[in-house]
């Protein structure tokens, strides 16, 4: 599926619609020589949503869903987990592509999701791979990254003002429509979450 990518003026600012594949939204993105104003939906190929500049309440976002399947994204993405190659995060923690960042040290990077699924919707990654695509490919010298994620989605909750109720989720393979083989954590709050998820 190639990538498509669509802009419509409105009066508070232009928007820009991003879809398609994964795998050539990397080369869409450096293609468009993106401003840092510009928020993409990158990180989403079986998604389509209006995403406003920054200026806009990032609470007052609607979302589009798209026709894509997500299952189906989810398995192209595994296809090439395995590949060492580079990911839309590697690229992110480069600053090749904009982010907003929430938190960052030394060894971990926390920015927001640009396809939020809560008001707020912040991505916790480790700054090295490290063989870790996915949490099942974890090992026990991993432990100490591992730690640092929990510790910095914390740290996340409490810098957005969630402390007191979110929710940390890691998608893991294709049956968890896992899109982008870095490990990451999500951390999901500003309203209230419902059970059992997904």
Same mark, same amino acid.
């Given at each position: 599926m190639r990538m498509a990518a669509a802009a419509a003026a409105s009066s508070s600012g232009?928007? #820009?619609?991003?879809? !398609?594949?994964?795998?050539?939204?990397t080369a869409t993105a450096a293609s468009l020589k993106a401003s840092p104003r510009t928020a993409f939906s990158l990180f989403s190929p079986h998604r389509l949503r209006l995403s406003p500049t920054?200026? %806009? $309440?990032?609470? $007052?976002?609607?979302?589009?869903r798209a026709t894509g399947n997500e299952e189906d994204a989810a398995k192209a993405a595994a296809a090439t987990a395995d590949s060492g190659a580079s990911?839309?995060?590697? @690229?992110?923690i480069n600053k090749e592509i904009p982010s907003t960042i929430v938190y960052e040290d030394d060894k971990v990077l926390a920015f927001r999701d640009v396809n939020p =699924?809560?008001?707020v919707h912040v991505l916790v990654?480790? @700054?090295?791979?490290? /063989? %870790?695509? =996915?949490? &099942? @490919?974890? +090992? +026990?010298?991993? &432990?100490?990254?591992? /730690?640092?994620l929990m510790c910095a989605a914390k740290i996340v909750a409490e810098k957005e /003002?969630? %402390?007191? !109720? #979110?929710?940390v989720v890691i998608n893991n393979g294709p049956g968890a429509c896992q899109s982008?083989?870095?490990l990451h954590?999500?951390?999901? !709050? &500003?309203? =209230?979450?419902k059970w059992p998820p997904g």
């Open positions: 232009s928007f #820009f619609i991003l879809r !398609g594949a994964y795998a050539t939204a920054p200026s %806009l $309440s990032r609470r $007052s976002v609607s979302y589009v990911t839309i995060f590697d @690229k992110i =699924q809560a008001p990654i480790p @700054k090295l791979r490290d /063989g %870790l695509t =996915q949490l &099942g @490919k974890a +090992e +026990e010298r991993h &432990g100490n990254i591992l /730690g640092r /003002g969630i %402390l007191d !109720g #979110f929710r982008v083989y870095h954590l999500h951390v999901l !709050g &500003g309203r =209230q979450m």
